[in-house]
């Protein structure tokens, strides 16, 4: 089965309101032609989770500055300062999450499990409104698991069949969300035949991908 979608018809798959894992470390493994995309669309109401809204000229930071997001879950908002300001306005929601924490909720989300349990935050502001658990004399937090309703990834390379190769720091939050959302659309430099790809090579199989388009880089071959 041919994944391979135009950019118009990969972003009208994000409808207003929705949940929307984005990719990425800083705007680093981050689908950056969707995002723009997206903002060219005007989608708005969204609930973004995601490492970071990286900088205002970057990634998600752009949503952000087009005030594009109603909630943000993530790990720092330290890089793009229109964020905090928003937060501080009472304009964006946003929940500040330790970044072990938050990827292994979305893990979590992915695999199907009711939670996790995590010291991290125990006897902080994290804690506050969360269930405990003590276990062997240990206090741990109930972290539920996350879930959207589209993850958007960024790929080196993919096969029409959807078979996606991550290189480097692009392996971050990325095979992570491609298993915790209900459709998952990515975003890659280059797209090969069906079978191109040494299996082994393989960093997020096909099957739980569902589109596929053509970012900055080598275009579609054959």
Do not use: C
């Amino acid at each position: 089965m041919n994944k391979v979608r135009p950019l118009a018809e990969a972003v009208a798959a994000v409808k207003d309101g929705a949940t929307v894992m984005i990719g990425g470390f800083l705007g680093v493994g981050t689908p950056a032609a969707i995002i723009d995309a997206l903002v060219a669309k005007g989608v708005k109401d969204l609930t973004v989770i995601a490492n970071d809204t990286a900088m205002p000229e970057v990634g998600i930071g752009k949503l952000v500055v087009t005030r594009q997001l109603k909630k943000a879950i993530v790990s720092h908002i330290g890089t793009n300062p229109e964020t905090g300001r928003q937060m501080i306005a009472g304009e964006l929601d946003v929940v500040l999450t330790p970044q072990g924490t938050l990827a292994e909720q979305i893990r979590a989300g992915g695999a199907g499990l009711g939670g996790i349990l995590t010291p991290t935050g125990v006897g902080t502001v994290v804690e506050e409104g969360k269930q405990k658990l003590t276990l062997a004399g240990r206090e741990y937090l109930v972290e539920l698991p996350l879930r959207a309703d589209v993850a958007l990834l960024k790929a080196h390379k993919a096969d029409k069949a959807g078979n996606l190769v991550l290189r480097r720091s692009a392996k971050n939050f990325n095979p992570l969300m491609a298993l915790a959302a209900g459709t998952v659309i990515a975003e890659v430099e280059q797209i090969v035949e069906t079978g191109a790809i040494d299996p082994d090579e393989v960093t997020v199989p096909g099957v739980v991908v569902d589109i596929i388009v053509q970012g900055k880089g080598v275009a579609v071959n054959g």
